[in-house]
């Protein structure tokens, strides 16, 4: 069954806030490679993807201060969704770590930022069912995309690893803004609809 972002139970909603810091990180992470390898264009593009960060990153501390001052309701389902998406996290985080530091022993650097934004619209593929939520499946193709099209570059004999870093960094940002900008706002309709009722 679909949820709406209006329908959403809270405490899920609430759970899932601190993913909008952690989407900061992987704007930062994914948009510093756009002036590297394209310049000025480049450095442009990465002061609108850290534009979008600040924003993501004040909404998300202002839904923190929400948070604590509109109780605790943990349900059942609440419970397993956080299970499951902490399992989630876990074996992805862990997959990016050890499949970086064997490409950095197997000398393939130039697939590490491809292969995490692989791995990035996995995970929203595996996320959207846990959250009972079609918007995962909208934003995957973005990194999956981005991923591709960058590992077709880095198999090229003259390619560059800032170009594919940042190619791969496109998906990856967008997809990570997009998502940061759900998480905030879903919240903060949360919020002000139970403040409403």
Request: glycine share 8%; charged share 15%; hydrophobic share 55%.
């Given at each position: ?16 806030a601190p993913h ?116 995962d499946y909208y ?59």
């Amino acid at each position: 069954m679909e949820n709406s972002a209006l329908d959403w139970d809270f405490e899920a909603a609430r759970a899932s806030a601190p993913h909008a810091l952690i989407m900061v990180g992987f704007i930062v992470a994914f948009s510093i490679w756009f002036g590297f390898a394209w310049g000025i264009a480049g450095w442009i593009l990465f002061a609108a993807a850290m534009i979008g960060a600040v924003y993501i990153l004040v909404g998300s501390l202002k839904n923190r201060e929400l948070s604590k001052s509109a109780g605790n309701d943990r349900t059942s389902d609440v419970v397993r969704i956080e299970r499951s998406v902490g399992f989630l996290v876990g074996v992805t985080y862990a997959t990016i770590l050890i499949v970086v530091i064997l490409m950095f022993v197997l000398e393939v650097a130039m697939f590490i930022v491809p292969f995490i934004t692989l791995v990035m619209g996995i995970h929203f593929l595996l996320q959207a069912p846990i959250m009972n939520r079609r918007f995962d499946y909208y934003i995957a193709p973005l990194p999956l995309i981005s991923s591709c099209i960058a590992a077709y570059f880095a198999f090229q004999p003259d390619a560059s690893l800032y170009t594919v870093y940042a190619i791969a960094g496109l998906g990856g940002a967008a997809a990570a803004l997009i998502y940061g900008y759900y998480v905030i706002d879903t919240y903060k309709k949360i919020v002000k609809s139970r403040k409403a009722a």
